[in-house]
């Protein structure tokens, strides 16, 4: 459990546990994280949540120490804290620890479920890219104790760049709305993560692309424009650009140009093998 003071401290900055919250784009998540912070809300879980949060504390060294011996890499740094200002923007970590000789946080979790080190990479994406901004790293070291299993894995995760960005733009808008400046409505779910073990590309590099070819996703992306409330036009229409995905690719991208230029069509795939699309407005800062 918190202190009265961590909770007070908490409140002048965005922590990485709120980076799920802010990258879901959901105003009601937005609502109710704001409310904790402020402390007109009490943050509440279940009691086996709670339990298992706390099992997690607990375990915190034990898994550190372990993963040391088994990997023979060192670490200081334990639970050290960083606030770094981005424009007007307090973004805060605490570390589970550093690498040393380096700026590599090392985020440690304990899992009592089935989930595998891909679900969990993805569930705790928005918390691990958090840290690689407040860091500066390009990495991030993800340890996991298995508990199920009694065994404990690591992957190093690489930063995304492009996410980053997003979420910093985002991240502007949350701390505006949570100093009582109201919502921007062009707050929106980011898209999964982009993982460098699959490339990205943009769709005029596929071999198919053609003028007839352009021509059909302009209309495509007029559709979402003209039926965004139109659940069927709309799904279509983002359908077409899905289905141009390859199966090797992460993310893809589709500039368009004339009167839309600066706006953009983004296809993703996510570590667990989800497709999405999104059509990004100049207003969306891409």
Known sequence: MLTESQLAERKTYIGSSDAKSIASGDIVQWENTAAIKRGDKEFKVSKDVQLKMDTGSYMESFVIDKWQEMSGITTNMRGAGRTQLFGDVPLHSTYDAMIVGS????????????????????????????????????????????????????????????????????????????????????????????????YTMDLREHDDF?????????????????????????????????????????KMTYALTGNRKGWSVVVTRSKSGTVTCRLNTPKDGE
């Not at 590599?104 to 990479?121: R, T």
């Not at 840290?131 to 104790?145: A, D, I, Q």
């Not at 996410?163 to 062009?186: E, R, T």
């Open 103 to 198: 700026k590599i946080p090392v985020e440690v979790k304990c899992h009592f479920g089935f989930m595998d080190m891909d679900d969990l990479i993805e569930l705790y994406s928005p918390q691990i890219q958090h840290h690689m901004l407040v860091s500066g790293s390009e990495s991030t070291m993800f340890v996991v104790f298995h508990g199920l299993r009694c065994t404990i894995k690591w992957r190093k995760v690489i930063k995304d760049n492009d996410w980053c960005s997003m979420y910093l733009l985002q991240a502007k808008k949350f701390w505006d709305f949570y100093q009582g400046n109201g919502v921007d409505d062009s707050i929106y779910t980011l898209p999964p993560i982009v993982y460098d073990d699959m």
């Open 210 to 250: 053609s003028p007839d070819f352009e021509s059909s996703l302009n209309l495509s992306v007029e559709n979402m424009i003209d039926y965004k409330g139109a659940e069927h036009m709309n799904t279509e229409s983002k359908n077409m650009f899905k289905e141009w995905l390859p199966p090797k690719c992460r």
